[in-house]
């Protein structure tokens, strides 16, 4: 005995240098040993210490022993500067100007999980090289509205697609030491009321749209960390919701990584405790008059946490779960030696950036072939539109970046037709022209005093003028748009878009309209337009994405990743009246009436309305041919998976990318199902003339619903068909099958 209390006496004593390698720092040992021998040597102010932030956006580590900081940072899109410690404000440092990848939107449109993959990676690459050990994102909220103010930093509309992409990101930042942080989990669908609304949902609906990507992205990518969201379910907040985060997340999905509070998320000690909140961060707490410390010291999970400790109110069982979760995460990246030191601006993450939105920009209308514009035939072209000249990197919310370089549409174009063709611009509007987050301001003027009319006469004339209109346009990252903390107000676009769209179309039947935008925005002039192009927060390489696509460099490859409705009733959160367009201070009740109906499986419901533009739509230069799909038995046995074969064919004079998507459909079940589902998906490569098979497998899983009652996934036997489809209003051919 007394021999291990001196040998102990040394080991505290000793500089950690002089002392024989500790358990915890051996990383020779398994990870599950380090943390218990980390955790046997913490004292209890030392737990408390790295369960709540230090700093706006870090944790303390353990400076007695060595265990570092754990910094996070914004996402999803690139790695945000850096701020101030105690502010949002960016702090004025001269060397962390980053990269800005495409929003997430394009990424989902690209349909290509290679992609995203890649995507990661150099995120990973980026936030390594600046020191950020957890990086805050992706974000995997479903598209319930085309209104929610932060759909441009998700995935889109459907759980298939969603999970299909959200794998590889993770898998691909993490591949550098760095924590992917998948949020906001969850059923933050909305940005008005997201601290206020209680999402009412049934079970069904969670698990089948809710959930799935947030399940892949734990039981399939293995994410080493998770945010909570700011909304409530079954009346309690999200980042410490005993259903969400203890039952389903860390109970039926086994997560063994952190729960990060969002930021000012957090608002109950003792749910807090006990409801599966690893480390809360910026808590909006103030320190008592005169008291000693810091803030921090006085956020939910710390001094009334160590008090309730120390008075014997709460035992130590959930701080040490909590500190063994910390403390993995710690050795998976700030304490991991063998994960590299990443990379920064550089070409290849520029050349990723660009190949991202080249893949993911979306062709949704070309009558006669008008794109790609022919610089032989096009000698002066007119570009109009604020958003050919807005730096779009900045604003938004969280996910505003402060970049290195931004390519603007207008200059792609430029650059691209540079002894070519003769291009100018004129403005047409004025949007926004103010270009300033938290400190990072875009340095643009883009003040522009004359009237609309005045603006507008002026396109109109140049329109005339010109052999090719490129019009680009849509929404941008101002308040009110795409951006965080507020809605959209309308489906439609601003600033009166829509009637010089129209204008513009008289005047030249040569017009391009390209919407950037990071959520569905009406059309009303689609048939008065012969060129429709969807392009998105493309990041520091958009302008020549863009150019490259319109000018055919890139054959467009992209599909809708949701649904564009005509009006905003023919979506079904809005159809059944439960979307609240107002501010409530109150809790208040958001009911999830149309259930499962999200996204074209509400458009399909409907049979009378058509979409805008439907769910995985999206057109080439070139053109496919679908062959009759086969399938190689008539049954499915419960354990066994059929095979659906299908040749695609390019029939065109161009190299392109297919993406042949497969849906399921249920033709007769004990509940409602939705008309069909995706539940695969295959992009293909064809040189012209070029024709491939493809192949998916269909197994049990495709094929259920979740039965609240029983709380399982139930496949019922009957009949199914499986279809082969271009997008979900596009099906090529379809097999039956029955499920045993
Ligand atoms: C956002 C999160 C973000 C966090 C930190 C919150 O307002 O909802 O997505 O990661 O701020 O910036």
Not at 55 to 63: D, T
Not at 465 to 479: E, M, P, T, Y
Not at 673 to 697: D, H, M, Q, S, Y
């Amino acid at each position: 005995m007394k021999r291990v209390i001196t040998l102990l006496a040394v080991a505290i004593t000793l500089p950690l240098a002089a002392q024989q390698k500790p358990v915890y720092l051996d990383e020779s040992r398994p990870i599950e040993e380090r943390v218990e021998d980390a955790l046997s040597r913490m004292t209890l102010e030392e737990k408390i210490g790295v369960i709540h932030a230090q700093s706006k956006f870090s944790s303390a580590g353990v400076p007695r022993l060595g265990i570092p900081e754990l910094w996070t940072d914004d996402g999803p899109h690139g790695v945000r500067p850096e701020v101030y410690w105690d502010q949002w404000r960016q702090a004025g440092w001269t060397n962390d100007s980053c990269v800005a990848f495409p929003a997430l939107t394009c990424l989902a449109a690209t349909w290509n999980p290679d992609i995203a993959l890649l995507y990661g990676q150099c995120l990973g690459e980026e936030a390594r090289f600046r020191g950020k050990d957890v990086i805050l994102g992706p974000g995997v909220n479903i598209c319930r509205t085309p209104l929610c103010g932060r759909n441009f930093e998700y995935l889109g509309e459907d759980p298939y697609l969603a999970s299909r992409m959200v794998v590889p990101y993770i898998q691909g930042v993490q591949q550098n030491g760095v924590a992917a942080c998948v949020k906001h989990f969850a059923l933050n669908n909305t940005e008005i009321n997201r601290h206020t609304g209680n999402a009412v949902v049934d079970d069904r609906t969670l698990y089948e749209i809710y959930l799935p990507a947030f399940k892949a992205a734990v039981t399939e990518a293995h994410v080493w960390s998770l945010m909570g969201s700011y909304n409530l379910y079954k009346g309690q907040h999200c980042s410490h919701n005993a259903r969400l985060l203890n039952d389903i997340l860390k109970g039926e999905w086994g997560f063994d990584g952190v729960v990060v509070s969002d930021w000012g998320a957090t608002h109950n000690t003792d749910e807090a405790i006990t409801n599966g909140l690893d480390i809360e961060f910026d808590s909006w707490v103030g320190k008592p008059k005169g008291a000693p410390g810091k803030t921090y010291d006085y956020y939910y999970m710390a001094a009334p946490y160590l008090q309730r400790i120390k008075s014997g109110k709460v035992g130590t069982k959930e701080l040490d779960d909590k500190v063994r979760r910390v403390l993995r995460l710690m050795f998976r990246t700030c304490m991991n030696t063998k994960a590299g030191f990443g990379s920064m601006c550089s070409e290849a993450h520029y050349a990723a950036s660009r190949r991202i939105g080249e893949e993911g920009i979306v062709l949704l209308k070309n009558d006669d072939g008008l794109l790609p514009i022919d610089p032989a035939k096009t000698k002066r072209v007119l570009v109009v539109g604020e958003n050919a000249i807005k730096m779009m990197t900045v604003g938004g919310g969280s996910s505003s970046l402060k970049v290195q370089r931004e390519v603007l549409p207008l200059d792609g174009i430029r650059n691209r037709l540079a002894g070519l063709a003769e291009v100018t611009f004129v403005r047409g509007y004025v949007g926004d022209p103010s270009g300033e987050a938290d400190g990072v301001t875009t340095g643009q003027n883009l003040k522009d005093d004359r009237s609309a009319a005045e603006l507008r006469a002026e396109a109109v004339e140049a329109a005339r003028q010109a052999d090719c209109v490129i019009f680009v346009g849509g929404l941008n990252k101002s308040r009110g748009q795409d951006c965080e903390d507020a809605d959209r107000i309308r489906l439609g676009l601003s600033y009166g878009q829509d009637s010089l769209i129209v204008a513009l179309a008289e005047a030249n039947p040569k017009l391009v309209v390209v919407n950037v935008s990071g959520s569905p925005v009406a059309m009303p002039w689609v048939d008065r337009v012969p060129a429709i192009v969807q392009t998105w927060y493309n990041g520091s390489e958009a302008g020549n994405s863009l150019a490259a696509v319109l000018m055919g460099d890139v054959n467009p490859s992209g599909k809708l990743p949701f649904t564009f409705p005509a009006r905003i009733e023919d979506v079904g959160a809005h159809a059944l009246g439960d979307y609240h367009a107002k501010g409530s201070r109150d809790t208040i009740d958001i009911r999830y009436n149309e259930g499962i109906f999200v996204g074209y499986r509400w458009a399909d419901r409907q049979k009378k309305t058509k979409p805008l533009f439907p769910f995985g739509y999206g057109l080439s230069y070139t053109t496919f041919e679908y062959g009759r799909p086969t399938i190689d038995r008539k049954t499915l046995t419960a354990d066994g998976q059929v095979t659906v074969s299908v040749s695609v064919k390019n029939t065109g004079e161009r190299e392109g990318q297919e993406i042949v998507q497969l849906y399921v459909s249920d033709k007769k079940a004990s509940v409602e199902r939705p008309v069909k589902e995706l539940k695969g998906f295959k992009k293909v490569a064809l040189a012209p003339g070029e024709e491939k098979t493809i192949t998916f497998t269909i197994g049990r899983d495709a094929l259920c619903f979740f039965d609240a009652t029983k709380h399982e996934w139930v496949a019922e036997p009957g009949r199914f068909e499986a279809l082969i489809a271009a997008s979900a209003a596009d099906i090529k051919g379809k097999v039956a099958f029955d499920l045993e």
